[in-house]
């Protein structure tokens, strides 16, 4: 097993990070999903790692029952659905299937590791399993099938220093899915015993015990004993043979130290100005943020650029230790900016209002249009009896020829009709990243439209992930908005995939 890719594993965890970690190796790609350190889906390019495939090796279907549910795909049903419809198997064991599936993956990643890892930060992911799962439960059976790990266990079982649990309450506390052997082994992990001594009491075989204690440690849950133990009530620990759970002791408050009521007040009012302006900037076009009124002169943009920029400059708040606070008026000092820099541009001025002239047809067709396409729900759709009528297919050639006159009309900084033709491309064909990545791109022009701009470069990098220009663009959009962190994090992962792709400064 990957010490490297547990490594990484563990530190998502302790992070309690939320995106995609990419893995591609010379025979597969992997990703991975997590939501707040824990695991939530996965996905592999190998044959081996469908879905029917899995059923099949562990037993669930039948070779003949999957070739039967596999007529049925193009009905437009999942395969699980297909199967439950079949009578081959039942609902309530969908996500039994769907989490090996998630198991066998992610221990494919452990096993076989790639030539490169990238982890993508995202606020919402999709989620394939009900619960999630532990990230030490998959590198603990990780542990169980590695085939490569005879010069580790020796190397365990020489160790003369005793175990215990990790010093870390956030290590020690993960769930784990323990045989009552593996229980046992694990209750005499005390700081006391050495893996040696522990081999001798155990109920499993000197290498099943090994493979046991690997996975512990390789988890993180167990570390080797450097000092000798101090002497303490033991910490209060629960095993059944569904799971493991230490519940870590909560360390005392902090001292906290009040400032002077007055200038408690001051930043409280400082805070509440510009959350105000924050959420204000989110909805106003670029004049109502300078307080211009469309058609006014240079000097009247440039006189009120100044007079806001002096009230709102990062430089005046910097006393102000609250990284919401600062990120917020990095956003409304970033918008003042990027008004005044419009509106004094002749080319800039004059595409922005020909975009905003158009915001009340944009709602309207927001509210029609929506990307990536539904998709038909398994209640309105049946193998069994379908009536509907199926809808027209579109030529893809078309849907190739809206994207050309897409890139045309953002080379001409036409950037509705560039909208217009992404949307009638996306509508043909859905799946292809560069269509994503150009609407964005188009959207991001207006600062109503980013949330949907932000959406759609989402879009794209989900799409292809391995593609430098996409997370680049997402990180300028945030660095435009004054989002810092969030572009910064973004810069991070296309340095990772690609160190000589230029930033922007």
Known sequence: MNSQVAEALRKLYLGKRTGVLLGEGEEAKRSVT?????????????????????????????????????????????L????????????????????????????????????????????????????????????????????????RLKALLALEKPLQLAQDPVLRSQVVNLTPEEGFIVSRIDGHETPKSIVNVSPLSETETARTLLGLVEAGIVEAQDQPPVESPAPS??????????????????????????VLDAQESAKKVIEHLYERYQSQDHWTVLDVKRGSSREEIDSAFREKSRLYHPDKYHHIQDRGFQE?????????????????????????????????????????????????????????????????????????????????????????????????????????????HLLGMAQKENPKWRQDAERNLKIAIKLDPWRPEYLVALGKLYQDAGMSLRAEKMFEQMRALDPSFPIPD
């Open 80 to 151: 699980g659905q297909i199967l439950i419809e079949l009578g081959h198997i039942q609902a309530r064991d969908i996500d039994e299937v769907v989490r090996i599936q998630l198991v066998d993956i992610l221990c494919g990643l452990l096993l076989t590791p790639p030539a490169r890892m990238v982890f993508t930060d995202m606020e919402s992911v999709d989620e394939t399993v009900a619960q999630p799962v532990s990230v030490a439960d998959v590198i603990l059976e990780a542990t169980r099938r590695s085939a490569q790990v005879d010069a």
């Open 328 to 436: 917020k008026l990095s956003h409304v000092f970033c918008r003042l900016n990027e008004a005044h820099q419009t509106l004094t541009g002749l080319a800039e001025a004059r595409g922005y209002e020909e975009l905003t002239k158009k915001e009340r047809q944009y709602e309207k067709q927001n509210k029609e249009w929506s990307a990536p396409p539904k998709e038909v729900s398994p209640e309105k759709k049946s193998i069994k009896e379908d009536k509907s009528t199926p809808a027209p297919v579109r030529d893809a050639k078309e849907g190739k020829a809206f994207f050309a006159q897409a890139k045309n009309a953002f080379l001409k900084r036409d950037y509705w009709m560039t909208i217009q033709f992404c949307q009638q491309a996306i509508e043909i064909i859905g799946d292809q990243p560069e269509y994503y």
């Open 237 to 262: 620990i629960s095993y059944t043979e569904s799971g493991r759970k230490v519940e870590p002791t909560p360390p005392p408050p902090a001292a906290t130290t009040e400032p002077p009521n007055q």
């Open 34 to 78: 997590l939501r707040a350190g824990a695991l939530v889906g996965a996905r592999s390019s190998l044959m081996e790692d469908r879905l029917g495939e899995v059923m099949i090796r562990h037993g669930k279907i039948s070779r003949r029952q999957f070739e039967e549910a596999a007529k049925h795909i193009k009905s437009g049903l999942k």
